[in-house]
């Protein structure tokens, strides 16, 4: 079947440090790869998105790149900033009936 | 534009009550979801609705009932609650399955003693 795997947080970084979450798939045929965010006590909300190979999706400064030879959609943002502390949700749809699946999320905490 | 509203915030069961959660979203969406949020697990899709008047198992059914009321409304309800089902629920909205972006609601979180 289907998952997601994403690094291990919690990730802390000072304000203006360079971020990157890994987030490796396994999928059948060729999925859609999506970046949610949750903020504290809120629900996900779409961050980014890119539906085929050598697609970058980006949103507010933060990037993501589908690679398939290499079955990954790392996030990354050149500067953080203390706002951008929330966790990050990677996700795949692969098709048809398939549902989204989602990583496990990654904790991140930037301090000023 | 409310988005997706649930009802209620925070709830406290004891084993064997039961209780619904309620969910509405005023996009006009066809698809709607719930899952649950464990520490380390990530969301796991519990029901889902692909359009009006349909009904599907996700990943973890069991111990949860459905009903989609209309296009709006998607309910979730544990008909006799256990410890295992202690979790933050979350209800999503979607314009279709598939690819298309999910709009989650603010969640509700659940303690079952």
């Known amino acids: 079947g289907n998952s997601v795997t994403q690094m291990e947080g919690p990730v802390t970084l000072s304000e203006e440090a360079f971020l990157t979450i890994n987030c490796t798939y396994t999928a059948t045929g060729y999925p859609s790869l999506f970046w949610y965010v949750q903020y504290p006590g809120e629900g996900l909300q779409l961050l980014l998105k890119a539906t085929k190979a050598d697609d970058k999706g980006s949103n507010k400064g933060f990037e993501a790149t589908y690679r398939k030879e290499t079955t990954s959609f790392h996030l990354e943002k050149g500067s953080v900033q203390v706002s951008d502390s929330a966790v990050y949700f990677c996700a795949l749809y692969s098709g048809g009936y398939q549902k989204v699946t989602f990583g496990t999320g990654t904790k991140l905490q930037v301090i000023p | 534009n409310a988005g997706v509203t649930q009802t209620p915030k925070f709830q406290v069961l004891k084993t064997g009550q039961s209780m619904t959660l309620q969910c509405a979203q005023d996009m006009n969406h066809n698809s709607m979801y719930w899952y649950r949020q464990d520490p380390g697990m990530g969301l796991r899709l519990i029901y889902y609705?692909?359009?009006?008047?349909?009904?599907d198992k996700g990943e973890v059914p069991n111990g949860y009932n459905v009903s989609r009321l209309n296009k709006r409304e998607f309910s979730l309800r544990l008909e006799s609650a256990a410890p295992s089902q202690t979790s933050v629920y979350f209800c999503?909205?979607?314009?279709?399955?598939?690819?298309?972006?999910?709009?989650f609601g603010p969640g509700t979180r659940l303690t079952v003693t």
């Open positions: 609705s692909a359009s009006e008047g349909t009904t």
């Open positions: 999503a909205s979607s314009e279709r399955s598939g690819a298309y972006e999910q709009y």
